[in-house]
């Protein structure tokens, strides 16, 4: 089956207290990471199933919440087609490191989602 969730994200107003909760909160293995210019990152282990990260909110005084983020292959066109269906993007084909790239979209009943294409090889 194509496109599965591969990724959730917690986008905090408070990194700290997010951190400190979800540790308690579940057997999760939480690794900072530094991401450069665009701040520190936390990883989500969770063994099996989906893991995810967390980090601090990119866009100030808008509240936190968790973007699960779908794979596609090519996300320009996904992007591109989201948009035609109704879709407004609030972030378009932004690169991650050596990772890939994302997209994030509200859908038109306003709900938010992300879009991933891993790095070609």
Do not use: C
């Not at 210019?37 to 199933?49: C, D, F």
């Not at 990260?53 to 983020?69: D, E």
């Not at 990772?99 to 992300?114: E, K, N, Q, R």
Request: neutral net charge; without cysteine; hydrophobic residues 40%.
């Amino acid at each position: 089956m194509g496109n599965p969730f591969v990724h959730i994200e917690l986008n905090t107003t408070n990194l700290g207290k997010a951190r400190d909760f979800y540790q308690s909160l579940f057997d999760w293995k939480l690794q900072d990471m530094d991401m450069g210019p665009a701040g520190s990152y936390t990883t989500i282990g969770v063994g099996e199933g989906t893991g995810g990260g967390m980090m601090t909110h990119p866009m100030p005084g808008a509240p936190s919440l968790w973007i699960p983020y779908v794979a596609v292959d090519n996300l320009a066109a996904a992007t591109k087609k989201a948009k035609e269906l109704g879709a407004k993007a609030i972030k378009e084909n932004q690169p991650v490191q050596d990772m890939g790239a994302f997209s994030i979209i509200t859908d038109p009943t306003g709900a938010t989602l992300g879009l991933w294409e891993n790095k070609k090889k």
